[in-house]
């Protein structure tokens, strides 16, 4: 065993929470909320959830992820078994399980549960174990996948209460980077849709603008029409963008951008679930060829959000900049510090250069 090995081998929970916190991981499934709370009691966790349901029928980078990265799962699974959870279990839909996912069952030799199996008998199976459901949109929801694959109904509760972390697989990924290569959050997966020419998987720096998004997919802001609205999220769970066209810039918890005509998005607005946009059936997703593989996007300039979800406004507190307009600053430089009132986390550079603008809610770079 190496040094970096031996290191990493005798981190206590302490450390592990510190690092999660310092790399600035948010819950990158769409929640936004700071991953270090969720591993801030690991003494009351025996198990680690992964959801790889992906259910939007537009996203590919978390099944990318793994099926391109099982040695970095694998030996992060091996880590937190060796120290912290008595099981890891992935759940994901039996259709993704030959194209996706077959490598990393072979990597880990884990349980497999196909769906006539579930749900999966904790009392006898531990380690990493592989359960398949029914392609069901809402098993994508953390507590329909545990109740699902387990048995477990932790509802209206968190699942840490009951034992349980439950991670979105880019965010577990964005934790494995931190611990074993000390690698902060500085890019994101985003899947851009709609109204567009093309379907794209990009692979691009925290703080994008939506104009260099959006061109990616053959569409230029400026001709936007009056009656087409911007939405953050996939097809199933989406919302409309707070911010100005102008101002936005790609957001740690952002995996998909929609444009989309008002009148389906009006059409979409679930009256039970607060800022839900569902316009999976409003919709034909497959009309386009879809890019399956991420391509890397490097902007001029990024607007780097101090808050990745402006809904926990209050529960979460804003980054605090600690740098000024006119500063040189370098790509993973920490930019912004976590706010000492609350929950918060700190904001790296995604790009090399210069600070142009610093403001309540961004920081702007330019290279």
Same mark, same amino acid.
């Given at each position: ?40 009691? @690991? *003494? ?5 959830? !992964?959801? /790889?349901?992906?259910?939007? =029928? %537009? ?44 490598? @990393? *069952? ?5 349980? !497999?549960? /196909?769906?006539?199996?579930? =749900? %999966? ?247």
């Amino acid at each position: 065993m190496d040094e970096l090995s031996k290191s990493i081998q005798n981190l206590s929970e302490g450390d592990v929470t510190q690092i999660i916190r310092s790399a600035g991981i948010v819950g990158a499934g769409g929640a936004g909320f700071p991953t270090y709370k969720k591993w801030s009691n @690991l *003494e009351d966790v025996d198990n680690l959830l !992964i959801n /790889l349901q992906e259910s939007e =029928p %537009i996203f590919y980078s978390d099944k990318n992820l793994v099926s391109s990265n099982p040695e970095s799962f694998q030996k992060f699974f091996q880590w937190v078994l060796d120290n912290f959870f008595e099981s890891v279990v992935i759940g994901s839909k039996e259709k993704y399980r030959d194209e996706w996912i077959k490598k @990393l *069952e072979q990597l880990t030799d884990g349980s !497999i549960y /196909l769906h006539d199996d579930l =749900p %999966i008998d904790l009392e006898e199976d531990s380690g990493v174990i592989f359960g398949y459901t029914h392609d069901v949109y809402d098993f994508s929801r953390d507590f329909s996948l545990l109740r699902v694959l387990t048995g477990v109904d932790v509802y209206p509760n968190l699942p840490t209460e009951h034992g349980w972390i439950t991670q979105n697989t880019e965010t577990v990924y964005n934790i494995y980077k931190a611990i074993f290569e000390g690698k902060p959050v500085t890019e994101k997966f985003v899947h851009i849709n709609g109204n567009t020419p093309m379907h794209r998987c990009l692979k691009a720096p925290i703080g994008t603008p939506t104009k260099d998004l959006l061109k990616e997919a053959g569409v230029e802001t400026e001709a936007l029409k009056q009656d087409q609205i911007l939405l953050e999220g996939g097809p199933g769970w989406c919302s409309a963008l707070e911010n100005k066209l102008a101002e936005y810039g790609l957001s740690k918890r952002t995996n998909g951008l929609l444009v989309m005509d008002r009148k389906i998005v009006e059409e979409g607005r679930a009256k039970n679930e607060e800022n839900r946009i569902n316009i999976l059936d409003k919709y034909e997703w497959s009309k386009k060829n879809h890019e399956k593989q991420p391509e890397n996007i490097q902007p001029d300039i990024v607007r780097i959000p101090l808050l990745s979800n402006p809904h926990y406004r209050g529960k979460v507190q804003s980054s605090q900049p600690i740098v000024d307009s006119g500063d040189r600053v370098e790509k993973e430089q920490v930019i912004a510090i976590p706010n000492s009132n609350g929950i918060s986390i700190p904001q790296h550079a995604s790009i090399d250069g210069v600070v142009e603008e610093v403001t309540s809610s961004h920081i702007t770079i330019e290279k």
